[in-house]
């Protein structure tokens, strides 16, 4: 059997939110001609999801479940779903329903005009935090200014890709992921569709500080150099001012002047540098951890129960 559709939906903890998810994607490929399939990637749930995925998988087998050991991340989660899915065109969504799943014909219609990858921009955000939507707004901006890639701003992972997208995506093994911008980078024909982000259906977020801080931090390691050039122009600088300084100061003395008196002025200079040095030493540690992690080539992911089992 070909399956021409595949939906790819990472599940942490989303129990109250997979009928609804299971009902509304059931709808909205009810008109759609062709195989579908439905493929719950279960990132390490433990409120009874796992379960709940197995139980809809026995009655629907529509329905591919993909239980990870223990949570692996989001963005994991999703390469899970790359790896998983058969059909010729993929689409990633929110299990929460942010996304709403009705936009899936509209993604698929681009893809028959012959876009490889149909991006979904939210246009509008419903029921987050002023908190939430601040720092997601400046993320994508700061991304998009310092990243070398052009991912495109106010876009999550929501969005279509074709088999030839996927494909090449699957060959990028990378362990720090930002799949948005992996798949900016692969370049093909793109297109964006705005769309109405909503509320959360139920339940809390997923994504604390902590776990946006993390996302950061990948998307802009993983994409630019950046932070690593920032020591290079603060050595330049710093030296640039040395060199004006010290005839400066030579000639002040010379003349008597006691302008540079004291053991402030020494201790304030020691610091800024020692504090310049360390925050580089940082960068570079950032950047150092991430090639080791390369390294030791463990596995992205594993798979305690697979579709087939
Ligand atoms: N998610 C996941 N693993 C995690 C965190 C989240 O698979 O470690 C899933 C979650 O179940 C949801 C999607 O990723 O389907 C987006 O998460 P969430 O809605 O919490 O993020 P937000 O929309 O608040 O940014
Ligand atoms: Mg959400």
């Known amino acids: 059997m070909t399956i021409m559709y595949s ?3 990472p599940i942490f903890n989303e129990l109250e939110n997979l009928p609804e998810l299971y009902r509304r994607v059931l709808h909205a490929m009810s008109d759609m001609h062709g195989n579908w399939e439905l493929v719950l990637v279960d990132d390490g749930s433990n409120d009874g999801s796992t379960e709940a995925i197995l139980a809809l998988a026995k009655q629907d ?43 899936i014909p509209e993604l698929i219609w681009k893809w028959r005009e012959g876009f490889q990858v149909v991006y979904a921009v939210r246009a509008e955000r419903e029921g987050e935090t002023w908190f939430k939507r601040l720092t997601a707004s400046l993320f994508y901006r700061i991304i998009y200014r310092i990243t070398d890639v052009k991912i495109p701003v106010d876009t999550g992972d929501f969005r279509l890709m074709d088999r030839k997208v996927v494909d090449v995506l699957k060959t990028m093994g990378e362990r720090h992921r930002f799949p948005r911008g992996m798949s900016a980078w692969v370049g093909f024909r793109q297109v964006g569709v705005p769309y109405r982000r909503e509320a959360r259906h139920a339940g809390v977020t997923k994504y604390p500080f902590r776990k946006m801080l993390k996302l950061a931090l990948n998307a802009i390691t993983a994409f630019s150099y950046f932070p690593l050039q920032l020591a290079t122009y603060f050595g330049f600088l710093s030296a640039g001012l040395a060199a004006l300084a010290i005839p400066v100061v030579i000639v002040m003395r010379l003349v008597g002047s006691q302008f540079f008196e004291g053991q402030a002025t020494t201790l304030i200079a020691v610091l800024f540098l020692g504090g310049v040095q360390l925050i580089s030493l940082g960068v570079l540690g950032e950047y150092l951890g991430r090639v080791y992690d390369e390294a030791k080539g463990r596995p992205l992911y594993i798979v305690s129960r697979g579709p087939e089992e």
Do not use: S
Not at 69 to 92: E, L, P
């Open 7 to 9: 939906i790819v939906a």
């Open 61 to 103: 087998k529509r329905v591919r479940p993909v239980i990870f050991a223990r949570n692996f991340g989001h963005q994991v989660a999703i390469t899970a779903g790359w790896d998983y899915a058969r059909g010729d065109a993929v689409v990633i969504i929110d299990a929460d329903l942010q996304d709403p799943p009705e936009l």
